[in-house]
């Protein structure tokens, strides 16, 4: 499985932004995808996911209400609304074989990252 992301940039306290990620390969239904960020001095901080089959999504309390993940045939999407300068770090997408996890090292593929700024 390969995994591209794509979709950062600039942008302005409250603003917004659409992540996209590519995937190629097989994905099963019991998969995870899951985006995740690092920040500087920081260590990679889960921000959400969705199972593949049931598109069941999950997220890190503190961009619950603004952030929307969402898939389609091959890609991953993660919508980011009312974005904050909090919200500044390099966002990467990843793919867990053995289903939910927050935990980094669980995930088995990696996009590239793609960066995210807000400024205030």
């Known amino acids: 499985v390969q995994l591209q992301a794509s979709g950062g940039g600039l942008v302005q306290a409250g603003g917004s932004l659409r992540l996209s990620c590519a995937t190629s390969?097989?994905?099963?239904?019991?998969?995870?995808m899951g985006w995740f960020r690092r920040s500087p001095g920081k260590e990679r901080e889960f921000v959400a996911a969705i199972r593949w089959g049931a598109r069941t999504t999950y997220y890190t309390d503190s961009v619950k209400g603004r952030f929307t993940i969402s898939r389609d045939s091959d890609e991953v999407y993660l919508q980011m609304n009312s974005l904050k300068p909090e919200d500044t770090a390099v966002y990467y997408c990843?793919?867990?074989?053995?289903?939910?996890?927050?935990?980094?090292?669980?995930?088995?593929?990696w996009g590239q990252g793609t960066q995210v700024t807000v400024s205030s």
């Open positions: 990843a793919l867990n074989r053995e289903g939910l996890s927050r935990v980094a090292d669980s995930y088995d593929y």
């Open positions: 390969g097989r994905i099963f239904s019991s998969h995870v």
